[in-house]
């Protein structure tokens, strides 16, 4: 059995991967707040965890002003859909092995 990712297995950085992840590959994004609402985080701890997986390089954050309003928008990046993806699969590993 292969090790899981360790940026990712937090449980906060794993739901917000699992939220972006359901979005188009290339095309989705997601804004600050509506991710907010989905995972039940702060500002200040989704800030926190989304600098952890920009530097991990598995998101990309876009800030742009609509309407003279701030706006920030998190997508999954191709780096973090393989890595989200090798993480399912060893999840789902170990959800096989305890079964047998």
Do not use: C, W
């Not at 998190?74 to 699969?89: D, I, L, Q, T």
């Amino acid at each position: 059995m292969s090790g899981g990712d360790e940026i990712i297995h937090q449980a906060l950085r794993l739901k917000i991967m699992a939220a972006l992840n359901a979005l188009a590959p290339g095309r989705g994004a997601i804004e600050f707040t509506r991710l907010k609402a989905l995972v039940g985080a702060t500002d200040g701890n989704l800030g926190a965890h989304l600098d952890t997986l920009e530097k991990a390089g598995y998101v990309l954050i876009e800030k742009r002003f609509e309407n003279r309003r701030p706006q920030t928008r998190v997508r999954m990046s191709p780096a973090g859909r393989r890595a989200f993806a090798g993480h399912v699969a060893y999840l789902r590993e170990i959800l096989d092995s305890s079964r047998a």
